[in-house]
């Protein structure tokens, strides 16, 4: 393994001209929230002159690019658009099941123990419905399917889970997952917020139930933009519980009351869209697609892995102990580690202090590269951490 061409590849130079954010930081931070693509940033600013000057007269045509972010978003996940909704947040997508399901007293959900907290208190709050919550326990880095399944009985209704752990960086293989709970009647949600953007997810393949992300990490779009994907056979099986105009089928008839949801995801939107946010999405997803990433391939995956490697090798050097798979075939953009005895607050202020961003995550400094990220940004983050000791 070359480490100088797998830092520099072209891929990496080819992003980094339309990341401004790597003129003056070394950022490692994806897996928190990730700075706009330049693309991004761009089409978020046309849209503000635009507002700002001509007011809704260009509302038709801002109407048509939210479309066109959807279109991509369901390229990206292999399915049709009418299958995506648009929404503010992965949480909103998580409640948009939670509140929408047929829950029966007793019925219950399974979900792992370190699922981010958005994966978990939708769920929770469905307990004055008598619906359970069962947790299993992960007690290192990987994920026991079979634990999972063994955890489940005749009352498991969903098994609910993050594709990319946010503090191990695990990755799971779903296939043996889904199938298996298929073959139980269960259902499966899948938080993907830490894998979409970066890695392939064909959701028709996987034939996976519910998936929602926000755009603001891997996918290089702004806060508040973020898609809901559910399979057509499902689309009546959740009950919409924040409805509005944007909900039926003549939305624009506002003369005419008349409540005949949608046939399609977009039931569950409700309202207005951020359309500033979506817009910006859009843009950062045509980039991403302009760069290979579809639903089946992704050389973005590739670079970021072996980027993973080489800084694995790095900081272990350093006397890191690190914190996640060792497997490729579970690894993700995200790794965590520790430097025992050491005030990892204090450590990762002095990278900050040096444009260094990084987060602190389960007691762990993490870092989560983008495909941009080069080999100055690794010995950047790697000078001040030797140095760490003497402030």
Known sequence: MNAANIMNSELAQTMRER?????????FDHAAVAPLSGRAANAMATW????????????????????NTRNLAAELLGTSSQQ??????????????????????????????????????????????GVEVRV???????????????????RTRLITVSWVSFCTGYR???????????ARGIFV?????????????????????????DGHKWMLGPEGAGIFYLKQSHLDLLRPVMVGWNSVKRPFDFDQINWQPRPTATRFEGGSNNMVGLI?????????KELGLTSRAS?????????????????????????????????????????????????????MDNRVVLSCRAGRLRISPHAYNNQDDLDRLLNVLSDRNNA
């Open 19 to 27: 990341m401004p954010i790597a003129e003056e930081f070394a950022y």
């Open 48 to 67: 503000l002159q635009q507002a700002a000057e001509q007011g809704d007269a260009l509302w038709p045509q801002w109407a048509s690019e939210v479309e």
């Open 84 to 129: 995506i909704a648009l929404v503010p947040n992965t949480s909103m997508g998580i409640n948009i099941v939670a509140h929408g399901f047929p829950w029966n007293s007793r019925d219950n959900i399974v979900t792992l123990s370190n699922e981010f907290p958005a994966n978990q208190y939708p769920w929770m709050n469905l307990r004055d419905q």
């Open 136 to 154: 299993v326990e992960v007690k290192d880095v990987a994920v026991d399917i079979q634990q999972i399944l063994d955890t489940c009985d005749d």
């Open 172 to 182: 799971m293989q779903l296939e043996e997952l889904i199938a298996a709970a298929h």
């Open 189 to 213: 949600f899948l938080d993907a917020i830490q894998g979409i953007g970066v890695f392939p997810l064909d959701v028709e393949q996987l034939d996976v139930d519910f998936v929602a992300a």
């Open 280 to 288: 910006g999405l859009g843009a950062s997803l045509s980039w991403l």
């Open 299 to 351: 050389p973005l995956a590739e670079d970021i892995l072996d980027y993973i490697a080489v800084a694995r090798t790095a900081l272990v050097d350093l006397g890191a102990e690190l914190f996640g798979p060792e497997d490729r075939a579970h690894q993700s953009g995200i790794l965590s580690f520790d430097f025992p005895g050491e005030d990892l607050s204090r450590v990762r202020q002095r990278c």
